[in-house]
């Protein structure tokens, strides 16, 4: 039975039990499914096409019987010599005494290790008896802890698999085994810890990729699908016509992938089942107007909506421009922070005997004081901005509201379908029609006057900047004095009718506002400031973003400070100023000024950072998988996604015989109960 402890096998006492399990093997399974992180892959060179100090395989037959030396405390080194193509090889072994027995005169041995190519001598890390064939020339290797050596694992694996390899049991029907010309799990066990040759290897590997990736997808849409069910019975009745012409009043039409984004919300609202969907788009792709659209089509619902995002000066702005769209068809209400007094207790009554139909606010849209009437619509704008906790106290603030979550921050795909799995996903992947490309120019540090000059001729022609200002790692108080340095150096610069202006994290909320408000007016012309303009603010009138130390930020965050500018209909400038050193800063640069498409961006960000990183540490969210690679396996991933929506959709699961076997191993390895917060 695969789930026996390890102690089963004969030989295994309690110190080598300790030490598998230090490893997180405990029983037979664990054991057989601990795959090897990489394989060593031993080809045999001719000597002259061996190279100094680098790690090379050599064949030869022993010339005369290893000589053994003892040293230090239990030190050893053995020496002999191999002949290869005619010529006498000195290797040295250190600290195998026990390989003494096993090279002999005459025998053929295989020799892997550091190549001296003056001496001619190999310094042997692994050698194998005989010539070199193709099992021996790939060479598990395991991650080990404790006393552990490679070889006593592989030696346990091979008793485990003699036994118990009867026990591995298919779990994918075998329909799908032939179409997609994969292994059978047992034969893919064995080959994944004792390849035959490179290509069984590369088979067990694709089969175990999507093996993972199925069971993945599986689990999320599962989990979606139970998720929606236990909250059924919130259908919106908004009114279609209303709705329509709500939309008519709109300044502009709507772009395809706004219509497209905006019917499935709207379906979302219509059915019985909780909208739990992320929409992704560039910034000014047009998110927040078809989040309005969907707040109003639940206010007609009889219903309120909330627009949660993270800072004051953002939710002051979408408070302004959901006024401007709504017009008398609603009543919204700020709160803030800074709402205090008199004017806060007002407005929390209004929220709670629902004069007020859509509430625009930051965190303090969570507090406890804040009680809704009927919350129907729950929008968390730049959702990466707050916490699991967070979503969940505004969800709350309902009964089974709809949430929508919308983040300018394009996830790529094959993040966003792990990642995200248990979500629906909106993209709106088109820019209104009318926007200019941002022109995007890397350049050195000594271009600052040019840059100034730049600068002070667009802002001669009515427009406006950002400079964002040199970062100091892990330093906020560094920061703001460089930006302070800055904005008195600008300050001299320009003549006296270019007014420039600072902005930092420190200052207090109201100076901030006063600040943002003049910017925006075109009172100040020049805006210098730490990134905290990186979310959100909307100024149509600045054409320049000016970007200190790029190199130190991340592609996505890059690409949000460039998103300031180009919102109005004028030719907007991003300048990159930096000098990176790595190679990954370099061509982070050559992305930003090669596009500016956020989709291509973050696919870019993805293979330059890897899935780890791409959220940052904290939130990842993105599961580890032992054999898959989202980046590289990626079709593998697409294919088992919609393979599982398959699945889940035709319930064959339970309908379907070969299914089964697939059932009974989720069951086992998932609980989904815990799972529904
Ligand atoms: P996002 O929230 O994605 O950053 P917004 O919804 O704030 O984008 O839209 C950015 C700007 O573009 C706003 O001024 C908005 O009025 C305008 N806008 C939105 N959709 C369209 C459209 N289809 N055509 C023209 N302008 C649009
Ligand atoms: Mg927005």
């Known amino acids: 039975m695969m789930s026996e402890q390890v102690t089963e096998i004969k030989g295994v006492g309690e110190i080598a039990a300790e030490n598998l399990a230090s490893m997180n093997i405990h029983t037979i399974a664990d054991l057989l499914f601990y795959f090897p992180y990489r394989y060593d892959v031993y080809e045999i060179k001719p000597l002259s096409e061996l190279i100094h100090d680098d790690k090379v395989t050599i064949e030869g037959r022993v010339i005369h019987d290893p000589s053994l030396t003892f040293y230090g405390r239990k030190k050893s080194r053995l020496s002999f010599s191999v002949e290869v193509e005619g010529?006498?090889?000195k290797a040295v072994m250190f600290n195998r005494a026990f390989a003494k027995k096993q090279i002999q005169a005459d025998n053929i041995v295989t020799l892997t290790g550091k190549w001296d190519a003056h001496r001619l001598q190999i310094t042997v890390s692994h050698y194998s008896l005989g010539p070199i064939d193709d099992q021996k020339s790939i060479n598990p290797v395991y991650s080990l802890k404790g006393d552990f050596t490679n070889i006593k694992l592989k030696k346990l694996i091979r008793t485990a698999l003699q036994t118990y390899s009867g026990d591995i049991k298919e779990i994918l029907p075998d329909s799908y085994l032939q179409s997609y010309k994969l292994p059978n799990r047992k034969d893919a066990v064995s080959t994944m810890h004792f390849p035959k040759d490179r290509i069984a290897l590369k088979h067990a590997r694709r089969r175990f990729t999507y093996e993972e990736f199925l069971l993945f997808q599986l689990k999320m849409q599962l989990l979606r699908k139970l998720k929606r069910e236990s909250t059924s019975g919130n259908t919106q009745y908004y009114d279609s016509t209303k709705v329509q012409e709500f939309i008519g009043d709109f300044p502009f039409a709507l772009t395809?992938?706004?219509?497209?984004?905006?019917?499935?919300?709207?379906?979302d609202l219509k059915s019985?089942?909780?909208?739990?969907?992320?929409?992704?788009?560039?910034?000014g792709s047009g998110k927040t107007a078809v989040a309005a659209i969907g707040l109003y089509a639940s206010i007609t619902a009889g219903k309120q909506g909330?627009?949660?995002?993270?800072?004051?000066?953002?939710?002051?702005?979408?408070?302004?421009?959901?006024?401007?769209?709504?017009?008398?068809?609603?009543?919204?209400?700020?709160?803030?922070?800074?709402?205090?007094?008199?004017?806060?207790k007002e407005i929390l009554a209004t929220i709670e005997n629902k004069d007020a139909d859509i509430v625009v606010g930051t965190?303090?849209?969570?507090?406890?004081?804040?009680?809704?009437?009927?919350?129907?619509?729950?929008?968390v704008d730049e959702q990466h901005r707050f916490g699991v906790e967070q979503r969940r106290i505004l969800r709350d603030k309902g009964l089974n509201p709809d949430v929508l979550f919308m983040t300018a921050t394009p996830i790529p795909r094959t993040l966003a379908i792990t990642a995200f799995g248990d979500m629906d996903v909106s993209v709106i992947d088109e820019m209104p029609v009318g926007r200019k490309e941002i022109e995007t120019l890397w350049v050195k540090e000594n271009t600052f006057e040019r840059i100034l000059n730049f600068i002070e001729n667009r802002v001669a022609e009515g427009e406006q900047a950002y400079v964002i200002s040199p970062l100091i790692e892990e330093s906020d108080k560094l920061d703001i004095q460089n930006a302070v340095d800055l904005f008195h150096q600008l300050q001299e610069y320009f003549p006296p009718e270019v007014k420039v202006g600072l902005m930092h994290g420190r200052l207090p909320a109201a100076e901030k506002d006063g600040v943002m408000k003049e910017f925006a007016a075109n009172d100040i012309q020049v805006l210098v400031s730490t990134t905290v303009v990186e979310v959100g603010?909307?100024?149509?009138?600045?054409?320049i973003m000016v970007i200190y130390d790029a190199e130190r930020f991340g592609l996505s965050q890059l690409h949000q400070l460039r998103g300031r500018v180009g919102r109005g209909s004028k030719q907007s400038y991003c300048i990159l100023i930096a000098e990176?050193?790595?190679?990954?800063?370099?061509?982070?640069?050559?992305?930003?000024?090669?596009?500016?498409?956020?989709?291509?961006l973050s696919e870019?960000?993805?293979?330059?950072?890897?899935?780890?990183?791409?959220?940052?540490?904290?939130?990842?969210?993105?599961?580890?998988?032992?054999?898959?690679?989202?980046?590289?396996?990626?079709?593998?991933?697409?294919?088992?996604?919609?393979?599982?929506?398959?699945?889940?959709?035709?319930?064959?699961l339970n309908n379907t015989e070969e299914f089964y076997p697939l059932k009974e191993f989720l069951e086992q390895q998932f609980s989904f109960e815990d799972k529904l917060d």
């Open 87 to 89: 010529v006498a090889i």
């Open 256 to 267: 395809n992938a706004q219509q497209k984004s905006l019917q499935q919300i709207l379906a």
């Open 272 to 283: 019985p089942f909780r909208m739990n969907r992320l929409l992704q788009g560039d910034v």
């Open 306 to 344: 909330a627009l949660m995002v993270p800072t004051e000066i953002l939710a002051e702005q979408h408070y302004q421009s959901l006024k401007e769209l709504f017009g008398d068809r609603a009543t919204i209400v700020l709160l803030t922070g800074s709402v205090k007094g008199k004017k806060r």
């Open 363 to 379: 965190h303090a849209l969570i507090q406890d004081e804040v009680i809704f009437h009927d919350l129907g619509f729950a929008i």
């Open 537 to 543: 603010v909307n100024v149509p009138n600045a054409t």
């Open 580 to 600: 990176p050193k790595s190679e990954v800063g370099k061509e982070r640069m050559r992305i930003m000024t090669e596009t500016t498409n956020g989709f291509e």
């Open 604 to 652: 870019q960000d993805l293979q330059l950072r890897g899935p780890g990183d791409f959220f940052g540490k904290k939130q990842s969210g993105v599961p580890e998988f032992k054999v898959a690679d989202m980046i590289h396996d990626y079709r593998a991933l697409e294919t088992a996604r919609n393979d599982a929506q398959k699945i889940i959709e035709s319930n064959q």
